[in-house]
Nanobody, 112 residues
């Protein structure tokens, strides 16, 4: 059974940092591309970051490039999103996904 479980969200002040985790079971993260997407309140889904199968290439939306870092730990079968210099516009629910499989999401709120 495939499961993706996100954690690490919370309330943070502008300029702060959070690290999101996505624990995966049912498939191996090192054998596939993995993606983070987010949904801001009242808006549609936004692609945020992606890591390739080999883990040697990463891709980011222009809105997060230079501030967010996607990575994975193959031994833990876990995907991460390190988020630095957070802005209020980064507020939303963050999901990890692989093809048709999605986690339940974790809420990130950036506010003073």
């Amino acid at each position: 059974q495939v499961q993706l479980v996100e954690s690490g969200g919370g309330l943070v002040q502008p300029g702060g940092s959070l690290r999101l985790s996505c624990a995966v079971s049912g498939f191996t993260v090192s054998r596939t591309w993995m993606t983070w997407v987010r949904q801001a309140p009242g808006k549609g889904l936004e692609w945020v970051a992606e890591i390739n199968l080999r883990g040697d290439s990463t891709y980011y939306s222009d809105s997060v490039k230079g501030r967010f870092t996607i990575s994975r730990d193959n031994a833990k079968n876990t995907l991460y999103l390190q988020m630095n210099s957070l802005k209020p516009e980064d507020t939303g629910v963050y999901y990890c996904k692989n093809e048709g499989y999605w986690g339940q999401g974790t809420q990130v709120t950036v506010s003073s």
